[in-house]
């Protein structure tokens, strides 16, 4: 049915051309726009040269962040002005964004910030793409290259609650350069990070004390400013009741203007918030003539007002005028635009208006509503008609209009915006409407979370006929949310039945469920069951049917060869998902969160940190809104590792409890564990035994990690509370213990196809050896390591381990002669790697170059005499070595971790494909092709 599904998590959009193009006209002399100056004003000199300079002692040292924060009526905006003039006239580039509370929705917040950028650089930019992820990078590297000096202003900031967008103004604080300033107006404490910029020195604050009028700039103000003949004792009396709180003094020179008893008002004068309510009341609303009142109250429904709005809304002309006799009072109406087509009501007189409104005449509420609805619907700004229609409770009229947009909506990726206006919908009214329903679930579960989704769908599907698109939707839907709840089992069974019965030519909703089945096969172990799936997708052409459908297809393919332990092709399914391209020298991508943390996670492994943090930075708060266990996992656990090395020990503990907070949140302990997990990796790296001990205890408390043992996760597949428990003993505790535990483990491992896992374990029991004083069999286990890993480009699998692993990889440089140089492995890992493979003797067996060569070539195609040679598997090459040492089949088991069955049976194999007969052939003939050495 709404195919466009797809486009909600693959490349979501700001709204439609025709839209952007009417807003271009009324929003951007507004929103992008400093604010005309008031008509009286204090040039607040101190804190106007603190904030140019940044600093707030005259010591120097510049902050690259400034927050002026205060309620309502302090004077933010007035100051903010007054500094972007002065920065302005001393040459530096300045911008200016009010934000609003659409700007909740993350594409259109990043939109209206490029078009922000556009005035800091006269270049023209390239854009990445219109996907929040993708738009987010440009815009950081955009910021990262703006030329110097500059500032930019961000006004209302308090409006923005979206952890999303809050997240991306977090970053963009963090990825100032040296020259560019960041400076906030807010009405309260904004989440982006305040304590690490303050802790670091670079965050200035402005508060509402510092706002506060001083008793000379209240004289100043009222007399010289507003030209109010008052008494100095009345003045100091002003200024002691209004706590130097601009706005009550503004109110206060209103009255006193047509006041006739100055020292009677002065002393009844209160400077409370009860004021201002009382004194709208009683001075300002009740003074206006009839028909500007009745004006007032009908157009404070619209949060942007131009005489083309106000006219269809109040079914009159001479709107403009109105405006602009309002205009002349700022306290009440603020022009937003220099042509002074654009007004908005001060925000306390706005929810004055509206409660007089509501309180007075209920009744019109309907069709002033449905007026505006029409208004905006001419202007072709669909989104705000559909809210203005919804408001006015009429549901015969407001859900055909919204059902007629809402798939477009989902498909230009505004799922907060469209659970938003959802919500506004009274229960019960969607029931006729399984359109409206189906995009309801899908925005749900893609912004909320999977439990709030599925919630809502067991809701819909009780009322909705079999046949509906409720319950067909239902059948790809349910599936994908139980396994973002780590529901796998359930989500395998119920998937593996309804496969069965969601025709093929349903075509988005199958292609979901055929990926969905195929992924949760692959957490339950079965491998080819998942390839299959795909595969048989690919040749009904239904997987590939949408670009989000082809993502979700590659990535899962991507997850199996990554389990597997092939991290060379993972890469690339992933940067194919990814649609990896190279711009100005960074790689950018399509903007599709599941697939770019999924890049970050091998882009980590390779060791490429510069690369992973920017995914990571930009798209794990993307994640959090979606809930995925394992995606979850991997970005923060990977950006804790990064910040860490870098040094930033705060950031990374700080990212490490956000995924036990989203644990606690989504009900997953899993995420829970895994935090508490990675804590423990971090004290035991740094040889704190206790705390790793006691966060280690934590971990394993925190959920029933028995039933994950036979599920492939591939955030959990290397890090796991019995790995935990095996890694404090070989470092504190009984290391003979868990060499002998190990063991048993890689068997399971490779006995279960989970490749990387298997070469993680050998890495510990290698570690686990060289701790028992057992040096020999210690290299010998490092040398098959590093094999796989100088062929899949494995880096952090042996880093991580610390400095234990660095010791052993010391100590295999100096039994071959290698030169080891930390610095070397710290900036070229991989180059040490592969040299240290190379250099192998020749007494443990082929390289691992020669190894890659024959895995991955088709040249050698045929024996010495003649005879066609058929490629061996990577276990029957390991065999082939370990023959040419001379091991007999027992110890080639014990080095493999296999019975001496199955040596048995790799041996048969091995004469079938080279035609010979005994082992002494076998050998003789991999040597006579260079196969060992």
Same mark, same amino acid.
Request: hydrophobic share 40%; net charge negative; proline share 5%.
């Given at each position: ?53 940044? +600093? ?47 700007? #909740? ?11 922000? !950028? ?38 209302? !900031? ?36 305040? %304590? ?12 509402? #004390?510092? !706002? ?39 109110? %206060? ?99 004055? @208006?509206?409660g007089q409104l509501q309180q007075r005449y209920p009744q019109k509420l309907p069709a002033l509503h449905r007026a505006a609805a029409e208004a905006y619907l001419a202007q072709e700004r669909v989104v705000a008609a559909i809210e203005q ?150 040749? @009904? ?50 903007? +599709? ?45 990977? !950006? ?83 790995? %935990? ?16 535990? @190990? ?129 061996? $598997? ?14 007999? +089949? ?11 069955? $199955? ?18 052939? %076998? ?11």
């Amino acid at each position: 049915m709404i195919e466009s599904v797809a486009k909600l998590s693959e490349q979501p959009r700001p709204p439609a051309e025709s839209e952007h193009r009417q807003r271009r006209v009324m929003a951007q002399p507004a929103k992008l726009c400093c604010p005309q100056a008031p008509p009286f004003q204090i040039f607040r000199n101190t804190l106007n040269d603190q904030l140019c300079r940044g +600093n707030d002692h005259g010591d120097g040292k510049s902050a690259r962040v400034s927050l002026v924060r205060a309620p309502a009526g302090f004077g933010k905006s007035t100051l903010m002005r007054q500094v972007y003039e002065q920065l302005t006239a001393q040459g530096v580039a300045t911008a200016w964004m009010r934000l609003d509370m659409a700007d #909740n929705d993350s594409a259109r917040l990043l939109h209206f910030l490029a078009r922000t !950028l556009d005035q800091l650089s006269p270049e023209e930019a390239e854009c990445a793409g219109d996907a929040p992820g993708a738009a987010a990078m440009d815009l950081l590297d955009r910021v990262e290259m703006l030329p110097g000096p500059f500032a930019l202003f961000l006004d209302d !900031l308090e409006v923005v609650q979206n952890s999303v967008a809050l997240a991306f103004i977090r970053q963009l604080a963090e990825r100032l350069p040296p020259h560019g300033r960041l400076i906030l107006g807010s009405r309260t404490q904004p989440d982006i990070g305040l %304590a690490r910029l303050r802790a670091r020195g670079q965050l200035q604050e402005v508060d509402a #004390n510092s !706002l506060r009028f001083s008793a000379e700039e209240t004289a100043q103000f009222l007399q010289r400013e507003c030209g109010l003949e008052i008494a100095p004792e009345d003045i100091a009396s002003l200024h002691q009741t209004t706590e130097g709180w601009a706005a009550a003094l503004w109110l %206060a020179y209103l009255a006193l203007e047509q006041c006739r008893d100055p020292a009677a008002l002065v002393a009844g004068f209160s400077g409370s918030n009860a004021l201002v309510a009382d004194y709208l009341g009683e001075e300002v609303l009740a003074r206006q003539p009839d028909e500007l009142r009745e004006f007032m109250l009908a157009t404070s429904i619209l949060p942007q007002l131009s005489a083309e709005l106000c006219d269809a809304v109040c079914a009159g002309n001479g709107s403009q005028e109105k405006l602009l006799a309002l205009s002349r009072n700022r306290f009440l109406l603020e022009p937003m635009d220099e042509e002074g087509r654009w007004f908005r009501y001060h925000s306390m007189f706005a929810v004055f @208006l509206q409660g007089q409104l509501q309180q007075r005449y209920p009744q019109k509420l309907p069709a002033l509503h449905r007026a505006a609805a029409e208004a905006y619907l001419a202007q072709e700004r669909v989104v705000a008609a559909i809210e203005q229609a919804l408001k006015s409770g009429d549901m015969d009229y407001a859900l055909p209009l919204f059902a007629r947009h809402a798939e477009r909506l989902l498909g230009d990726g505004r799922g907060l915006l469209l659970t938003r206006l959802m919500a506004m919908v009274p229960a019960g009214k969607l029931q006729q409407w399984p359109g409206l329903q189906v995009v309801h679930v899908w925005a749900i579960a893609f912004t909320r979370g999977a439990a709030e989704a599925m919630t809502q769908l067991n809701v819909y599907e009780q009322d909705a006929p079999m046949e509906s698109q409720v319950h067909l939707h239902g059948m790809a839907l349910r599936p994908m949310l139980l396994s973002m709840l780590d529901r796998h089992d359930e989500a395998y069974r119920i998937a593996s039945d309804c496969i069965h019965r969601l025709p093929v030519t349903q075509t988005f909703p199958h292609a979901i469920l055929r990926t969905s089945l195929a992924y949760v096969a692959l957490v339950v172990g079965n491998y080819r069951e998942a390839q299959d799936l795909l595969d048989e997708g690919r040749r @009904l052409q239904v997987i590939d049917c949408t670009p989000f459908t082809h993502i979700y297809a590659q990535c899962v393919e991507g997850a199996i060869e990554l389990l597997q332990g092939r991290l060379r092709q993972a890469t690339a399914r992933f940067r194919l998902a990814a649609g990896v391209s190279e711009r100005n020298g960074r790689p950018v991508t399509n903007g +599709n969160a599941m697939a770019a943390v999924l890049l970050s996670e091998v882009w980590y492994e390779c060791g490429q940190f510069a690369d992973a943090e920017r995914l990571l930075q930009v798209y794990v708060p993307l994640v959090q809104e979606q809930g995925v266990p394992d995606h979850l996992i991997c970005g923060h656990r990977n !950006l804790a590792r990064i910040l860490y090395a870098r040094g930033d020990h705060d950031g990374a503990f700080q990212t490490i409890t956000e995924l036990e907070y989203f644990g606690y949140r989504n009900e997953l302990p899993r995420l829970v564990a895994s935090a508490r997990l990675e804590r423990s990796r971090i004290f035991l790296l740094e040889g704190d035994k206790q705390s790793a001990r006691d966060e280690l205890k934590r971990a394993q408390s925190a959920g029933e990690w028995d039933k994950f043992d036979h599920w492939s996760l591939f955030g959990s597949d290397l890090d796991i509370p019995a790995d %935990a428990e095996l890694r404090w003993k070989i470092h504190f505790a009984d290391s003979d213990a868990a060499a002998r535990q @190990l063991k048993d483990q890689i068997g399971q491992a490779e006995g279960t196809g989970r490749g990387r896992r298997a070469l993680k374990l050998r890495l510990l029991y290698a570690l686990a050896l060289y701790r028992t004083g057992n040096g020999k069999a210690a290299l010998r286990q490092l040398r098959d390591v590093l094999r796989i890993a100088a062929s899949e480009h494995y880096v952090r699998l042996i880093l991580d381990e610390g400095e234990l692993a660095v010791q052993l990889l010391q100590r295999l440089a100096n039994q071959q002669s290698v030169p080891f140089d930390p610095e070397l492995l710290i900036r070229e890992p991989q180059a040490l790697f592969r040299q240290l493979v190379r250099e192998l003797s020749p007494g443990t067996g082929i390289s691992g170059d020669a190894a890659s060569a024959h895995a991955n070539s088709p040249t050698l195609t045929q024996t010495p005499d003649g005879k066609p040679l058929e490629k061996l $598997t990577r276990k029957e090459f390991q065999v082939l070595c370990l023959l040419g040492e001379g091991l007999s +089949n027992g110890a080639i088991g014990e080095r493999m971790f296999v019975s001496e069955n $199955t040596v048995r049976t790799h041996l048969r194999n091995i004469n079938a494909k080279l035609h010979t007969q005994t082992r002494t052939e %076998a050998v003789a003939v991999a040597r006579k092709l260079n196969l060992i050495g």
